[in-house]
């Protein structure tokens, strides 16, 4: 599992590192480590002009540290100094070790021009969002050939993770210490981070982190593999009310997944129509109310619906959210949601059904753009309204319980951008669903169900379209890939 913690909590921890160690151990650590990373990058681009954008703080001076042994392997480097003074050193020890520093209104332009690899040490985690006046000039100039490689974090970006600036550094990779922080696992800011490497510094962090990715090797010690004692009924039974007259495929895509997913058994609520559809699709389903372990409510369900059978359904429905048993709610199902309930419970909506969701229980409009642009902040809002784990759909998808809770936000980025389609919510709903049935948290479920949906995505049709039927018959190969791997 991959940890991030706040950059307060890392500053705390490096000064207490940085007491017991001799001065500028830590940085040493830090640039030699940048340096290796860097000099593994520069036979790939082919090319050995390095360029620093050198900030005034720690990361400037990692930069220059990392620039100066560069520099002794003979690439030629040159740093940027904008209006302010350098971290450490001056330009007559820096250009002494190999560097030379452009002071203020010097012709930056052409060394950028050329630059084959460029160091961004602008800011640091402790900075906040945007970018010094001087460095957005030196930014908007990065030749498209270059390969970025930004210290920490992507200078400009939020160190929280909450918000992106477009202004800001994009870099191809983020070399980061001792740990990940929020800003590179959440959405506002992951697409900024590029590729993600952490160096290891000697600096320990206790407690509990502030967001967490699981990655493939948890999936062994999370997923429910039965044993020889196990029965359908122990294996977990789901009930799932979903689809209708005019939505008919929904629960096709969810009761496909579930079953797929290893669930023992499961029970469909539908009108005339989805209910032919998914006895002809999953003849294992059984029909009709009953005894379950768990459900899904809402894929499909259009609540407004007058429909012959749309009543009973939604009958069930309601009475699935009234009781005291785990309950994912997806798409129309959030509907019927007005506040907490009694039983664990997993909201599944995407930004546009989010914003809906806190419009009606807060009484004021939250638009659509407002929940893409700070998705943690809303979608923690939403959970602390209902007492509920919010699982908030996108190209990195956030599992976030609520703030009284005391966990960490999950952060899962596992899917080709191929699975941005029609379905797919369906699919990671059946397969969550089948995860609460089997006894795990609304947490568990969720990461777990967005981590296996996203590699079944990926294995359906590596690098190329993939429906979302493909990802639910694919749901089995991926778990089986995953545990065996």
């Not at 360029?51 to 400037?60: I, R, S, T, W, Y």
């Not at 960490?408 to 369906?426: E, H, I, K, M």
């Amino acid at each position: 599992m991959l940890r991030a913690w706040s950059a307060q909590r890392v500053r705390d921890a490096e000064a207490t590192l940085m007491s017991r160690l001799p001065e500028g151990e830590l940085m040493r650590r830090a640039a030699q480590g940048l340096a290796e990373v860097c000099r593994a990058r520069l036979p790939a681009s082919g090319g050995a002009r390095v360029v620093v954008l050198a900030g005034p703080g720690n990361n400037g001076a990692d930069a220059l540290y990392a620039a100066a042994r560069l520099a002794q392997d003979g690439h030629d480097c040159v740093a940027l100094q904008g209006d302010w003074p350098l971290a450490i050193g001056d330009s007559a020890s820096w250009s002494a070790a190999g560097v030379t520093v452009l002071a203020p209104g010097g012709d930056w332009a052409a060394p950028l021009a050329g630059a084959d690899l460029v160091i961004d040490g602008l800011l640091g985690i402790g900075g906040r969002p945007g970018l010094p006046q001087d460095a957005v000039a030196w930014v908007d100039a990065i030749p498209a050939s270059a390969y970025v490689v930004s210290v920490d974090l992507p200078s400009g970006q939020d160190p929280a993770g909450q918000s992106r600036s477009d202004t800001g550094v994009f870099a191809d990779e983020t070399v980061t210490f001792a740990v990940a922080k929020p800003v590179h696992l959440l959405p506002a800011t992951e697409a900024a981070v590029g590729r993600l490497t952490v160096i290891d510094i000697g600096l320990e962090l206790d407690g509990e982190p502030d967001v967490e990715r699981l990655d493939f090797a948890d999936v062994a010690h999370l997923w429910p593999v039965p044993t020889i004692a196990d029965d359908k009924y122990s294996r977990g039974v789901l009930g799932v009310v979903a689809g209708g007259e005019n939505y008919t495929g929904a629960p096709v895509l969810c009761c496909t997944a579930a079953v797929g997913a290893g669930l023992g058994m499961l029970r469909y609520v539908g009108t005339p129509a989805p209910t032919a559809l998914v006895r002809a699709a999953i003849p294992e389903a059984v029909h009709g109310e009953g005894r379950v372990q768990a459900w899904v409510v809402g894929p499909g369900l259009d609540i407004t619906s007058r429909a012959r059978g749309s009543k009973a359904q939604l009958d069930v429905a309601r009475s699935a959210l009234d009781s005291d048993l785990p309950v994912l709610v997806d798409a129309g199902g959030l509907d019927l949601v007005h506040g907490p309930r009694q039983g664990p419970t997993l909201l599944t909506p995407h930004a546009g059904e989010l914003s809906r969701l806190l419009t009606r229980l807060e009484g004021s409009e939250t638009t659509r753009e407002a929940v893409e642009a700070d998705p943690l902040s809303h979608a923690r809002r939403a959970a602390d309204l209902t007492g509920a784990t919010v699982l908030l759909k996108g190209a990195t998808t956030l599992v976030v319980p609520p703030t009284d809770w005391g966990l960490a936000v999950r952060s899962q980025n596992d899917a080709p951008a191929w699975l941005a389609t029609a379905g797919a919510g369906d699919v990671l709903s059946g397969v969550c669903g089948a995860l609460l049935a089997s006894g795990l948290t609304p947490l568990d479920a969720g990461s777990l169900g967005a981590l296996v949906h996203g590699v079944s995505a990926d294995l359906a049709n590596p690098g190329g379209p993939v429906r979302a039927l493909a990802v639910a018959h694919g749901i089995p190969q991926a778990v089986a890939h995953l545990l065996t791997r």
